[in-house]
């Protein structure tokens, strides 16, 4: 198994920066390292889908609306992936989760198998 946590999210104005953290834990790492993992960020916005945001593994992806603004990151050594997010505007608000796999990234959250809570990020104009 593999427990995902979240932390990072606030309430910030439009323009600023957050970073969200994501730290992974679990018996799955005595058998796979964390770097073999595949490590996604996804959002839900109130009354939309959830939707994929950023992945990596060997690649980085990006949605298109955070392409240029947003970075992922990971530490292998801490199992811990990051989101950098910069330059935030209104739209970004949503629940944000942190999603895994040992497959590879995925687009969609059914190519995942290990979700975090979430995290609130709440962007104002």
Do not use: H
């Not at 427990?3 to 969200?20: H, I, K, P, Y």
């Not at 959002?43 to 609306?65: C, H, I, M, N, W």
């Not at 989101?83 to 895994?100: E, F, G, H, I």
């Amino acid at each position: 198994q593999v427990q995902l946590v979240e932390s990072g999210g606030g309430s910030v104005q439009a323009g600023d920066s957050l970073r969200l953290s994501c730290a992974a834990s679990g018996r799955a790492f005595s058998t796979y390292t964390f770097s073999s993992a595949a490590m996604a960020w996804f959002r839900q916005a109130p009354g939309k889908e959830r939707e994929f945001v950023s992945g990596t593994r060997l690649t980085t992806y990006y949605a298109d609306s955070v392409e240029g603004r947003f970075a992922i990151s990971r530490d292998n050594a801490k199992n811990t992936v990051y989101l950098q997010m910069n330059s935030l505007k209104p739209d970004d608000t949503a629940v944000y989760y942190c999603a895994a796999t040992f497959g590879g990234v995925g687009f969609s959250r059914g190519a995942y198998n290990y979700w975090g809570q979430g995290t609130q990020v709440t962007v104002s104009s």
